[in-house]
């Protein structure tokens, strides 16, 4: 009787015990320093963007911003919608996102950007056409370089 109790109380206690969680894969290296655009303009961002490169790779294929007030907008992707609202200069949030995202360039047309995340699990390129801007593209690639990110494992959808 004894045996079985303790059976069920070793039981009990394994399942409080905490669940590692999954490692999250980081394409940056946390040592380099990062830092988010002071060009970033919320009413010149929204529009359509095309995502020519991703980490992870293809995880999405379109973005749409909407600005719905100095600081809020609607993140449309794939799709799916979300509330962003801006965090500070060239940062973000979405809805239910615990991470910020920031925008680590944009050029002066607001045709390309380049948008990571500081724990360098994610990062994109955007661009308002699916083609062209080869040197925007070569900026872009270059300023996730410079905030840290491994470049060779970005994969670009020309």
Excluded at 13 to 26: H, I, K, M, Q, R
Aim: charged residues 25%; positive net charge; aromatic residues 10%.
């Amino acid at each position: 009787m004894i045996r079985r109790w303790l059976m069920a109380a070793t039981v009990a206690l394994a399942g409080c015990a905490p669940v590692p969680e999954a490692a999250s894969v980081s394409y940056r290296n946390s040592a380099a320093r990062i830092s988010s655009t002071l060009r970033f303009d919320l009413v010149r961002f929204q529009g359509d963007w095309v995502v020519r490169a991703s980490y992870p790779t293809d995880v999405l294929q379109r973005v749409t911003i909407r600005a719905v007030s100095e600081t809020r907008f609607i993140w449309r992707a794939d799709g799916r919608e979300s509330q962003g609202e801006v965090t500070g200069p060239g940062r973000f949030r979405l809805e239910g996102a615990s991470e910020e995202y920031w925008v680590l360039w944009v050029d002066e047309g607001f045709r390309t950007a380049a948008i990571g995340t500081p724990d360098g699990h994610f990062g994109l390129i955007l661009d308002r056409k699916p083609r062209g801007g080869t040197d925007r593209m070569v900026a872009a690639r270059e300023m996730l370089d410079f905030n840290g990110y491994d470049v060779s494992q970005i994969a670009l959808r020309q």
